[in-house]
C-alpha cells in the first residue's frame, strides 16, 4: 500500500532552514507528482510546493524564492528545502501524492518558527 514518512521538522529561529523529507514507497514513485502541504492552527490547508515526474516545480507565492523541493528517484525521497523561515511558515508539513485516483497523505511534520 501507499506509504508517505515526513521527517526533518523542528523547532527555529526566525531567518534560520529546515530541510524535510518524504520517504515514498507503495507505488511507482518515478512516475508521479509529488507535493508539499502546509496546515497552521486554525487554517485550510495549503499548497506550498509541487514537483512533477520531470522535476517541474511549481510553488506558492509566499514561499517562492524561500523553498526548494526536489526529489531523489533512486530512493523514493522528496525534499523540501526551507529557507530565510518565518514565524508563518509555522505549521504541520504534509507529503501528498494522487495515485491512482486517490490522494495519499503522511502523517506529518511540525515545523516552529520561533526566538
Known amino acids: 500500500q501507499v506509504q508517505l514518512v515526513e521527517s526533518g521538522g523542528g523547532l527555529v529561529q526566525p531567518g534560520g532552514s529546515l530541510r524535510l523529507s518524504c520517504a515514498a514507497s507503495?507505488?511507482?514513485?518515478?512516475?508521479?507528482?509529488m507535493r508539499w502541504y502546509r496546515q497552521a492552527p486554525g487554517k485550510e490547508r495549503e499548497l506550498v510546493a509541487s514537483?512533477?515526474?520531470?522535476?517541474?516545480?511549481n510553488y506558492a507565492d509566499s514561499v517562492k524564492g524561500r523553498f526548494t523541493i526536489s526529489r531523489d528517484n533512486a530512493k523514493n525521497l522528496v525534499y523540501l528545502q526551507m529557507n530565510s523561515l518565518k514565524p508563518d511558515d509555522t505549521a504541520v508539513y504534509y507529503c501528498?501524492?494522487?495515485?491512482?485516483?486517490?490522494?495519499?497523505w503522511g502523517q506529518g511534520t511540525q515545523v516552529t518558527v520561533s526566538s
Open positions: 507503495g507505488f511507482p514513485f518515478s512516475n508521479y507528482a
Open positions: 514537483i512533477t515526474n520531470a522535476d517541474s516545480a
Open positions: 501528498n501524492t494522487m495515485y491512482r485516483f486517490r490522494s495519499y
